[in-house]
């Protein structure tokens, strides 16, 4: 079994921006497919940690990777797949510090099923709440878009 790792809130994590459900006209954020925080996934998304991929260069090996394992499950079924288009990084404690209009909060984690690189950044439902509104998501979204950076791009070979 892996040994977990703690994330710090210094630490930095990145998420793999993918086209064309990420990135809109101009290569702009679209920010509600980026972040989507699906309940059928726990209300997690997953992030590299720059603890264990410390240059952009490793971040955008793992995300040229996926994209590969992506086209050919898409392939399969007919389509095109995704293209892996860069990422974009924060700081775990800036993730940890954002609370919804709501009361939903953030933890950032190690989850190494995927590979040791691999974490999460999952909403952690206010006191009462079950799930989360179309309007809760909307403002996780957000917050999300306020704490992570200008997108690092990449085009892979």
Do not use: N
Request: glycine share 10%; net charge neutral.
């Amino acid at each position: 079994m892996p040994t977990i790792r703690t994330i710090d809130d210094a630490d930095t994590v990145s998420r793999h921006v993918y086209a064309p459900r990420m990135l809109g006209a101009a290569d702009e954020f679209v920010w509600h497919e980026i972040f989507q925080f699906p309940s059928d996934r726990g209300m997690a998304e997953s992030v590299a940690l720059r603890m264990v991929v410390p240059s952009d260069a490793d971040v955008h090996r793992l995300g040229c990777e996926k994209q590969d394992k992506d086209r050919e499950r898409e392939r399969a079924k007919g389509r095109p797949g995704p293209t892996y288009r860069g990422c974009t990084d924060a700081l775990a404690g800036g993730i940890r510090g954002q609370s919804s209009t709501r009361g939903h909060r953030f933890s950032v984690t190690h989850e190494p099923a995927e590979g040791d690189w691999h974490g999460h950044v999952t909403v952690l439902l206010a006191a009462g709440c079950g799930k989360l509104s179309k309007s809760d998501k909307d403002d996780v979204r957000e917050l999300m878009a306020g704490v992570f950076g200008p997108l690092k791009p990449h085009a892979c070979p």
